[in-house]
């Protein structure tokens, strides 16, 4: 991506490496189950990760190739040893136990160098309001783990003015995923950059636009650091 200046600030952010699978506890809204990653979530992930139309805009821009591919590039993240590093959830209706996606904190290579969201649903899921159920009670919840205090690089334009700034969680979205762009704000995330750059997706040429988000913390303040 286009090198988006930086600043550093002294902040909380949850404590890491974060608990692992065995010890989060599930988080349930009216329709959802928002679970840890187990290896019995594989078919489950697979299905998610072999419709096109979910997968036009993942980084890859294309289905998953084979189960394997599901469990080893995508599955594997997120179970041990690795789920310490990031703090991702299967989406299970709460009805029945089917998992219909994948949502949370899924990566360590931070572009805005604030904690991303990220998220994706089966496309029958798609448009009945569980993309927002999801992100708002994952946010809930983002803001009650424990936190230490530490000094990170973020991007300039996420922090407005100087001296005490909100701690942030952050998003990106392309920008022709209006509804992945609607579902953001719905929760109170706001723009605050936008970029081309060449389309990192296989089989596809040219640019593509991005758009970048972040949500305030309700409570923990951070420093620009001088």
Known sequence: MAELPKIK???????????????????????????????????GIHVLRTQPEVMHFSAVGRIDASKNETRTSYLARYLP?????????????????????????????????????????????????YATEFLRAFVDHWW??????????????SVNGSGEVPEMLSAMADDENSASKHVLEKAGFRKFTRWTEPDSREGVIGDVTLVGFVLESPGQKAKVSS
């Open 9 to 43: 600030v002294k902040t909380y952010l949850p404590t890491q490496p974060f608990p692992p699978n065995v010890e989060r506890k599930p988080i349930r809204t009216e329709r959802l189950v928002i679970r840890p990653f187990t290896e019995e979530d594989l078919d």
């Open 81 to 129: 040893p690795n789920d310490i590093r990031n703090y991702h959830n299967v989406l299970c209706l709460a009805s029945t136990g089917e998992l219909i996606g994948a949502g949370g904190m899924p990566k360590v290579d931070l572009v805005f160098g604030w904690p991303e969201v990220g998220y994706m649903l089966k496309k029958e899921y798609w448009g009945q309001g």
């Open 144 to 157: 009650t783990l424990p936190r230490s205090e530490v000094e990170i690089e973020v991007v300039a334009e």
